[in-house]
Nanobody
Framework: QLQAYGGGLVQAGDSLRLSCAAS????????MGWFRQAPGKEREFVAA????????YYSDSVRGRFTISRVNAKNTVYLQMDSLKPEDTAVYFC???????????????WGQGTQVTVSS
């Protein structure tokens, strides 16, 4: 089970940190990812991290502004979002995969989503 939280309403240029706590063990081979979905749009990849190695991946739209990290002992993954833009407005989901990386369909477990709204 995944529990995401930390969303909110902010102004352009502000920062937010999302957290996602996972219950149960996360194997070192797992990948934890963040996705987002804006109204009327498909769910899109934002960032991912390999649980064991800590290797990170980002979409072009957030690279340099967002940072994904994890604390293994807490079974928690974070998404630090800086320099937020109105186009970052979406529901953000965390997810866990045993085999995927950037494709939503390859993730087996999903959190409930947390709303991020960035006003201009």
């Amino acid at each position: 089970q995944l529990q995401a939280y930390g969303g909110g309403l902010v102004q352009a240029g502000d920062s937010l940190r999302l957290s996602c706590a996972a219950s149960g063990r996360i194997f070192s081979s797992a990948v934890m990812g963040w996705f987002r979905q804006a109204p009327g749009k498909e769910r899109e990849f934002v960032a991912a991290i390999r649980w064991g190695a800590g290797t990170t991946y980002y979409s072009d739209s957030v690279r340099g502004r967002f940072t994904i990290s994890r604390v293994n002992a807490k079974n928690t993954v974070y998404l630090q979002m800086d320099s937020l833009k109105p186009e970052d407005t979406a529901v953000y989901f965390c997810a866990k995969s045993s085999r995927g990386l950037m494709t939503p369909q390859t993730y087996e477990y999903w959190g409930q989503g947390t709303q991020v709204t960035v006003s201009s």
